[in-house]
């Protein structure tokens, strides 16, 4: 069945065009309500990143939660990893953050987290789909069992404590100089006030929202300004936050941004040798360099890929009994603590693990060699370029060519109108070759 509402993460794309209405999150609320508490009476934590959609969203949730008799709990604005925490130690019926995770205000979207904190598989979202359909028939809450909001404070509070836990000893990173970029998100408070009971001497940049600046300019996926402030300040590292703070990305004291890739492998290294590490290796999705796999190898441990998604990489770790997996993009899931992707718990491990090498980051976080990889953005309109002949047989075409010496990886995002390309080979020539074949095709049909 194709899913109208439902992407690779949650539900997300344009405030006030379909799918993403008030509309959508008044059914959402109610289908909810209706498959995960049929009887009402129980809490339904929500928090939010600092869009200025994201009140109207949250009131449209609250509206079908509390018509059907269950209470939501309004966080205020906290990182999605904290929304998931919170659905855990509060025993709620589920959790839902309202973000669009990097993408600018424009955007908004809805993240939903069973009462284990984790996000649901395509069976629930399929199921939630149908009632979705039929929200606005059948029965709804008696007048007196209306459900009732409250607002919880120090939510995000709770949640850095719960972070900071894991360090263990006392650390003092009196001794580092940091800038954070919280991008203008859900992390502009929670973050910094972290780092700073570690005595850390830091920059903070990005920390200034007023509901239509998230991501513009500032984050995970804009990091210009990070890198400027480092070199500026002379800092040791600079740590970006996307949106709603559910993954980081490093730059490394000259400047340079270190992929995600080399962030999982500074970890694996680091669980491994303190025997840690479970599983015999990690997880990572499809777009994880070949490097990274290599290196894992080198240290007798697997990769274990996965399609794109950091809920498919949770489910996978849940299921094969893995405690470290993530993404390329800096979603890095440590389950001994967390159920999902996680900024803030990801960047204090990499500040532990600087603190106590006394080694530049940019020599502590070249892990491996990475294999040549690129990856393309191709924005289309109307119909999917993948399902055409052309594509098909360009992407073909790419992986004969390629054979044992790389990997071709093409899909449409699942939460913008893009498709992604990317190549990946031992030999740079040859990746580009490969690349250029699909990424012509691609274009043409876009």
């Known amino acids: 069945m194709t899913q109208r509402y439902f992407g690779t993460d949650g539900i997300r794309g344009r405030v006030n ?114 009632a979705m359909g039929e929200a606005f ?62 005595g850390a001497d830091l920059t903070v940049i990005g920390n200034a929202p007023d509901g239509l600046n998230i991501n513009a300019g500032f984050g995970s996926t804009s990091t210009g300004a990070l890198k400027a402030a480092v070199l500026e300040t002379e800092a040791h590292i600079g740590i970006a936050f996307d949106g709603d703070a559910d993954r980081l990305i490093v730059v490394d004291e000259t400047g340079e941004e270190i992929d995600g890739d080399q962030i999982m492998a500074l970890i694996a290294t680091q669980l491994h040798y303190t025997e840690r590490l479970r599983g015999g290796g990690m997880v990572a999705t499809v777009m994880s360099n070949m490097g990274l796999g290599e290196y894992l190898k080198s240290l007798g441990l697997k990769l274990a890929r996965t399609k794109v998604g950091d809920r498919y990489v949770g489910e996978h770790m849940r299921q094969h009994g893995f405690n470290l997996g993530g993404e390329q993009s800096g979603h890095i899931i440590l389950s001994d603590v967390s159920t999902t992707g996680d900024g803030l ?49 360009a992407l073909q075409e790419a992986e004969t060519y390629l054979g044992e010496r790389g990997r071709m990886v093409v899909r449409k995002s699942g939460t913008e109108p893009l498709i992604r390309v990317m190549s990946e080979a031992l030999e740079e020539d040859r990746m580009k070759t490969a690349l250029n074949m699909v990424v012509d095709a691609v274009s043409a049909e876009s």
């Open 17 to 130: 065009k379909s799918p993403m209405t008030s509309e959508t999150a008044l059914r959402l609320a109610i289908a909810a309500a209706r498959t995960f508490s049929p009887e009402g009476g129980r809490g339904v934590v929500i928090g939010r990143d600092t869009r200025r959609s994201g009140e109207m969203i949250e009131a449209a949730l609250v509206a079908g939660l509390t018509s059907m008799g269950l209470r939501p709990v309004l966080l205020g604005v906290v990182p999605t990893p904290a929304v998931a925490l919170m659905a855990r130690e509060t025993g709620a019926a589920l959790g839902i953050m309202v973000s669009a995770s990097h993408n600018k205000f424009q955007d908004n979207g809805l993240k939903l987290f069973s009462p284990e904190g984790i996000k649901f598989t395509d069976t629930v979202e399929a199921a939630l789909e149908v």
């Open 137 to 198: 028939t059948g029965e709804y809450a008696a007048p007196e069992a209306i459900g009732e909001t409250s607002r919880m404070t120090g939510a995000a509070s709770f949640y850095a404590n719960r972070c900071l836990e894991t360090l263990g000893e006392e650390l003092d990173f009196s001794g580092l100089k940091i800038v954070l970029d919280c991008a203008h998100g859900a992390a502009f408070e929670v973050g910094p006030e972290a780092f700073r009971k570690l």
């Open 345 to 393: 718990l990801a960047a204090l491990q990499v500040l532990k693990t600087v603190s106590q090498s006394g080694e530049p980051v940019s020599k502590l976080t070249h892990v491996f060699d990475p294999a040549p990889q690129e990856l393309v953005n191709i924005r289309f309109t109307g119909t999917n370029p993948m399902e055409t002949e052309r594509v098909r047989a």
